[in-house]
């Protein structure tokens, strides 16, 4: 019976990857690119270098941690370039569709967004 729950649960994880899905620390499955799995995985970053903090240097436990932490900031880096293309995107396409007269100040608006003066 065991072999067939922690088969279900691979095959659940395998298909959450598919989609796109992030499971939460509250059990909650949620969209990868979504603002509460970005606030997720910032509490889990946060637990973990409280964690890895308590640890001596050079230890075993520590190099766990510290690996841990890389894989979690990799995938906080994905969710924000993802959230910031969506964002520029809607932005983009809200500016256009109020103003289309003025096409040279809606690019000029896009560029300062891109450059992040804006």
């Known amino acids: ?3 067939i729950d922690r088969d279900a649960d691979i ?4 298909e959450q990857k598919k989609k796109g899905q992030h499971k939460c620390l509250t059990g909650r499955v949620v969209d990868f690119y979504s603002e509460r799995a970005k606030a997720d995985l910032e509490k889990r970053i946060s637990d973990m270098i409280h964690s890895r903090d308590d640890e001596s240097h050079r230890s075993d436990a520590r190099s766990y941690y510290n690996g841990v932490l890389r894989v979690l900031r990799r995938k906080l880096r994905d969710v924000n370039r993802e959230l910031a293309k969506k964002e520029l995107t809607e932005t983009y396409s809200i500016d256009s569709v109020s103003s289309r007269n003025s ?3 809606t690019n000029d608006q896009r560029i300062l967004r891109l450059s992040g003066l804006l």
């Open 103 to 105: 096409r040279r100040g």
């Open 11 to 14: 095959a659940l994880l395998i």
């Open 1 to 3: 019976m065991f072999v």
